[in-house]
């Protein structure tokens, strides 16, 4: 059996060999990878996992895509990868998905299930303090900076260029999440694990009693306020606004401005860009127009909420993360089971998601980056689409047997193609919190649109500038 060897070398060993060992408590781990085709300094030894096993076990795998992660997975058998993931339904899909990875490879797999408000807190820790209890990382990109402040995520470049892996063919990914989810400053730190995007939904039903065209969604966010006038009547309605003052409020708006303005928050510079055209006319939106089409109660509503509000009937058009529609096609819970159809929202989107990464604490790395690279394959994709598997590959979302198994996958694809993601920096999760702020008061009437854009951007610049992110 052909063995993948390790680079292990650390600073700290570095400077052990410099007999300078005094300053090793401050050194951190250098990047990891399995026999790059350019060897960096210093010397090189293959981890003691990579022992093959005394015992041979016969081969399980069933076709030639298993037998690869069969024969270089047994190597590292025994090993126990940790992943710490939060809630259900795709981490539970790639859990049930590792469950066969252990069949092949013998590599066992933990995952520690958290509420999701923890696992950034229990991950940033972890690689803080570089204790490498985790392997592989959920990494949300909004999280991207702080991690990348740890020195805590390997760079996956070698690992991908290494022929002694199963191929990872990075252009089969959707370029807008591949830059966004697994890409920092050029270098590639994570592979596309659940692909997120906001969808456009509509009642065709409603449509066509309103007198508009089913077939026909709108293309502006003018025309969802028209046809919002049109279909609210009586005890229905046109848009089920999450209009709480709580994230999705400021999903809502973000998702309005990228499809208006074709911009990302901040500017070259750094400097945000909401007190602009696009940035004020977004606001007018999310604050006047959508609750004029929208159900009084809306302007408290959460994400459940709203989409309860379409999927018994009282709505008839939101934007919606895809994670939470499959409560539309269930005829147990939902009255408009065959009637929705499903686009990218007018102009543009805002991207959700995450990628798996490598810890560079971890003491599996190679194990961990076989699971990662497993995980992410079209085969597994494919396989556990119809589980709820969020799917990253191109080719899958153009794919007429997954779009029978799933009616809002091609949205999905063609809202990820031309979606804008969050910043990434540290402190994001303030600006977050400043625009809910404004966003919400515009909505409850406590601010006008105009001074609640001035006051958000001004904010927000204010913070940015303190912590060194806009520069002179």
């Known amino acids: 059996m052909k063995k993948v060897r390790h680079v292990s070398l650390t600073r700290r060993a570095f400077l052990r060999k410099s007999a300078a060992a005094a300053f090793g408590l401050l050194a951190t781990a250098c ?3 399995p026999g790059p085709a350019t060897q960096p300094s210093g010397s090189v030894s293959a981890p003691a996992s990579t022992t093959a096993p005394a015992v041979v076990r ?6 030639d895509f298993e037998a690869k992660y069969e024969e270089l997975g047994r190597q590292w058998e025994g090993t126990t990868l940790r992943v710490p993931v939060g809630g259900s339904g795709h981490w539970k899909v790639n859990e049930q998905a590792s469950q066969r990875f252990t069949e092949l490879t013998g590599i066992k797999t933990i995952w520690e299930d958290n509420p999701y408000e923890q696992v950034y807190d229990k991950t940033f820790l972890d690689l803080a303090s570089q204790s490498g209890t985790y392997d592989i990382l959920d990494l949300n990109y909004a999280w991207f900076g702080q991690f990348i402040a740890t020195n805590g995520l390997l760079e996956l470049a070698p690992y991908v260029e290494n022929p002694s892996f199963p191929k990872v063919d990075l252009k089969g990914f959707v370029p807008a999440i591949l830059e966004t989810y697994g890409v920092w400053e050029g270098k590639l730190y994570g592979l596309p694990w659940l692909g997120d995007a906001m969808i456009f939904c509509y009642n065709k039903a409603h449509f066509e009693a309103a007198g508009l065209d089913p077939q026909k969604a709108p293309t502006t966010w003018d025309e969802v306020y028209e046809f919002g006038k049109a279909l609210t009547k009586d005890e229905r309605y046109g848009f089920a606004l999450m209009g709480g003052r709580q994230i999705q409020a ?10 208006l303005s074709g911009k990302d928050f901040y500017d070259a510079s750094g400097a945000p860009q909401f007190d602009s055209d696009e ?3 977004a606001m007018e939106i999310v604050a006047v127009k959508l609750p004029e089409i929208a159900p009084k109660a809306a302007t408290s509503w959460d994400i459940v909420k709203a989409a309860e509000s379409v999927a018994q009937g009282v709505t008839s058009m939101q934007i919606q993360w895809p994670g939470i529609l499959p409560g539309l096609l269930d005829p147990n819970s939902s009255k408009v089971v065959g009637q929705m159809a499903f686009t990218n929202p007018p102009g543009g989107t805002a991207l ?9 604490y971890s003491k599996n790395k190679d194990a961990a980056y076989l699971l990662a690279n497993y995980l992410v394959s079209p085969e597994i994709q494919r396989e556990y689409v119809s589980q709820g598997y969020s799917i990253t590959l191109t080719e899958l979302f153009n794919d007429p047997a997954i779009q029978q198994v799933n009616p809002y996958i091609k949205a999905l694809g063609d809202s990820l193609a031309i979606g804008r993601g969050w910043p990434r920096t540290e402190e994001t999760n303030e600006v977050f919190d400043i625009m809910v702020k404004h966003i919400s008061n515009a909505i409850t009437k406590q601010e006008k649109p105009d001074a609640a854009v001035r006051a958000m951007n001004e904010e927000i610049f204010k913070l940015r500038k303190e912590r060194g992110f806009i520069k002179s």
């Open 31 to 33: 990047v990891a990878a």
């Open 352 to 360: 959700g998601g995450h990628a798996i990464a490598v810890s560079n």
């Open 250 to 259: 400021m999903c809502t708006y973000a998702a309005i401005f990228f499809g």
């Open 58 to 63: 016969p081969s399980v795998a069933k076709n």
């Open 279 to 281: 940035g004020r006319q």
